[in-house]
């Protein structure tokens, strides 16, 4: 089966798809001036599905994918200017949550978006974890603070630095830092061997962080599990990751106890015009 068809009774052989092939696999014919596989497109093709979703005539099939599998951008859905200011300002890091869980269709949901992130070649390395009640969540945490204790014992300045003192001391007194007694946490790990895992998998959450908002949910970054995962092994075993793999990043994830009402203010970016 061919890898491209195309349409030639709907195809203005306009070379659009041609152009934004990001590996060039497709070319047109000099003869017939339809758009045509190269030799080599079936090694080099990324599976992005560009061509077919940039054609306006819905001329161009892929042995996978056709117009018909894709879904239409709908205009009247595009957000205005203002709109899209206000909501990546006003996205908060939630640290306190209410007790309610999510469902698991909802946090399949966050998931699926996410997955729809840019990653290089259209690798998507992602795998995902969910620690699905707050029992796991706080086994996690605990774990953690394990690994900061030990840290402490052997390493106080960087201890100190990283701020482990007052967290552990904060746990000793019954106060979670590390997940903030949020009802999960989705942690995003790959193969460590991708030298684009951390960019690739950190897109994907930071999708999956910014879809929760426009659902009315909190998020928060967990910086001190995902780090944990990586440099203490009793950890990384609890989870059952696999050995070749890494944690890229981990969210808390709940519905927010209370609601923000204003947009601070941020520094003045720092820009060098080259």
């Known amino acids: 089966m ?8 709907r ?9 934004e092939c990001p590996t060039r696999i497709i070319e047109m014919d000099p003869l017939g001036g339809y758009p045509r596989s190269t030799p080599d497109a079936e090694s080099y093709c990324l599976s992005c599905g560009h061509c077919v979703a940039v054609c306006p005539q819905e001329a161009i099939s892929l042995s996978w994918l056709s117009p018909h599998d894709c879904t239409p951008i709908r205009e009247g859905l595009r957000i205005s200017t ?18 309610k ?3 698991r269709d909802t946090l399949n949901e966050l998931i699926r978006v996410a997955c729809f992130a840019p990653s290089a070649k259209n690798k998507q390395p992602w795998h995902w974890l969910v620690l699905e009640d707050r029992e796991k969540v706080r086994q996690a945490a605990a774990l953690v603070i394990e690994w900061m204790k030990k ?5 106080p300045e960087l201890a100190e630095t990283m701020g482990f003192i007052r967290v552990t001391a904060a746990w000793e007194k019954g106060d979670e830092r590390i997940c903030r007694d949020a009802p999960h946490v989705i942690i995003v790990h790959g193969d460590a061997s991708w030298p684009f895992g951390c960019e690739d998998c950190t897109l994907a959450l930071s999708y999956l962080d910014l879809y929760a908002q426009s659902q009315g949910l909190g998020t928060c970054w ?27 990043g981990a969210m808390m994830v709940g519905r927010p106890l209370y609601s923000y009402k204003r947009l601070p203010l941020r520094a003045t970016p720092v820009v060098k015009w080259f």
């Open 82 to 99: 203002q709109a899209a200011e206000q909501f990546l300002r006003a996205r908060r890091s939630i640290r306190s949550f209410k007790k």
């Open 2 to 9: 061919n890898l491209i068809t195309v349409l030639k009774d």
């Open 11 to 19: 195809c203005k052989k306009d070379g659009i798809c041609a152009a």
């Open 101 to 103: 869980p999510l469902s």
């Open 151 to 155: 840290t402490i014992a052997a390493n």
């Open 222 to 248: 967990a910086g001190y599990l995902y780090t944990a995962v990586n440099y203490y092994k009793p950890l990384f075993k609890w989870l059952e990751i696999p050995p070749e793999h890494r944690a890229y």
